[in-house]
Each structure stands twice: as C-alpha cells, then as structure tokens.
C-alpha cells in the first residue's frame, strides 16, 4: 500500500531553473518530493538544499527523459518508492537556436522526445491513476512561445504549442468526465535560466535585454503554484507576458514571426 499520509509530488527537471523553484515552492508548502533529473550531484545538491530549508523528504531519479521509454522506467520508480504521487510537474524542457535547416536533426528529435514524448508518457502515466482515485493535480510547462511561431527558435515553439493544446484539451475532457483532477500549463515568458545558454541564445536580443524582459525562477515558481492550486487551465505569469501574447495571437501569423525572429536575433553593441 502506498504510503497516504504525505502529499508528494514529482517534479522533473527539478536541479535547475524554473523545476528548481517549483521544488522549493511545494517543499515550502508542505509536499515531499520526486526529483527527476539526469545529473547525480545536481540531484544531491538540490536535495540537500530543501530538505535543510523546508525538512520534507526528498526522493530522487536520475533519468534523461530524451531516451526512450525513460516515462515509463520513471512511473516504475515512483511505484518502488510506494508513494502516491498527488502532483505531476512536466518541467524539463529543451530548446536550440539556429536555422531549422542547419541543426543536426538528433537535436530537433531530442527536443521534441523530451518537451513532448516524455511529457505525454508521464501524463499518461499518472492521469489514469489520478483518475482512478478522483484526485491529483499536474502541471505542464508551456511556454508563450507556444501561443506564435518562432523562426531560429522553429522546433521549440512548435513543441510548446503541442504542449498548450494537450493541455486544453485534458482539461476539458476532465471536466466532462466530472473528474476531480485538474491540469494546469504554466506559460512563462523569458525567464533567467540556464535555458539560453544551453540552447546557444546567451548573445540574443533577449538576453540582451534581460532586465525587462525577464522573470526571475521564483516569480515564476509562486505564481504557478498558485495557479496550480486554483485549478487555472492556463497561466501566464506577469502582465506583460498576458499583454504581449494578447496582442500577438489578434495579429497575422506573418507580422507574429518576424516580431518574435527579432528576439532570437544576435544582439548587435
């Protein structure tokens, strides 16, 4: 029997980043956690971290979710460990600048392994154990991206729309079912992670101008799991985040390229 007496929640991508915060925003509210990742130290330094800060127990997975079947290999984990996971948290994700025709396609095919199969693997996964019981929360980290097209940006802003739209239309098929679980996509704008450089962006417009165009993590982190926990289909944290893709989704697909090609653009001094 699965241990009922703490809330847990699984959490990938949670050494760095947006995964991280969300990490220590469910540690500070009480949850034990799942974290999944693919670095061992980075594994043991974050689960140092929150459990010296909040004092809830930490599990760990070492897991590169760009590999196949590795939703499943996590799912087995989760079930040796003997906890109910009560929160699903999608967050690992994956972006590489460049023109689509120049980039090796083994990245595009990890980027969209990672940001789409492993995310509906787990989905799949933990939903119908969630709804088995009547009860659990997940949450899918979208992006604004995923609202408009992004020339040098090509695969990820494609993945992220799958990502919103999956999302949506879990939502709406638990509603009619009358289910008590909940999916929330947390859709952040620029927010100051390591995400730009891993994905060759440190010298970007949008890095350039980091200071008013980004969020830090934490800002990021409370507000979706506020969201989360106000059962939100769709959140975007920060005003003008909620302007910018407003605006963006009322003007032509054209006009919504270049504008967005802009930010992806090498910043010039």
């Known amino acids: 029997m699965a241990d009922e007496t703490k809330k847990t929640v699984l959490i990938t991508g949670a050494t760095s980043g947006i995964g991280k915060a969300l990490a220590h925003e469910f540690g500070k509210n009480g949850y034990d956690i799942i974290a999944v990742a693919r670095n ?20 760990t997975i070492i897991k590169d979710l760009a590999h196949d079947g590795a939703g499943q290999e996590v799912f087995d984990e989760t079930q040796k460990i003997n906890r109910t996971v009560n929160v699903l948290v999608n967050d690992a994700g994956v972006g590489q600048r460049g023109n689509f025709a120049d980039i090796p396609f083994e990245k595009d095919q990890e980027i969209i392994h990672l940001n789409i199969l492993a995310l509906t693997q787990l989905t799949k996964l933990y939903l119908k154990e969630m709804v088995k ?3 659990g929360k997940i949450m899918q980290l ?18 992220k729309a799958y990502v919103v739209s999956f999302s949506e239309a ?6 009619d079912m009358g289910s008590k679980v909940s999916i929330t996509c947390l859709c952040p704008g620029p927010t100051d992670t390591n995400f730009f ?4 962006m440190e010298n970007t417009e949008v890095v350039a101008h980091k200071d008013k165009l980004m969020q830090t993590p ?9 969201a989360l926990m106000d059962g939100e289909r769709i959140y975007i944290p920060g005003a003008s985040n909620k302007v910018t893709t407003f605006i963006r989704r009322a003007i032509p697909k054209s006009l919504q390229s ?9 910043h010039e001094e």
Do not use: C, W
């Open 197 to 200: 450089s891993r994905g060759d």
């Open 142 to 159: 979208g992006s604004i991206a995923g609202f408009q097209p992004g020339p040098l940006m090509a695969v990820y802003h494609a993945t």
């Open 258 to 266: 270049r504008m967005q090609k802009q930010f992806y653009e090498k």
């Open 218 to 226: 934490e800002e990021v982190a409370k507000g979706g799991y506020k």
């Open 133 to 135: 019981r009547d009860e």
């Open 40 to 59: 061992k130290e980075e594994l043991e330094n974050v689960t140092s971290e929150i459990q010296n800060q909040h004092g809830v127990e930490v599990f």
């Open 170 to 175: 879990l939502a709406t098929e638990l509603k």
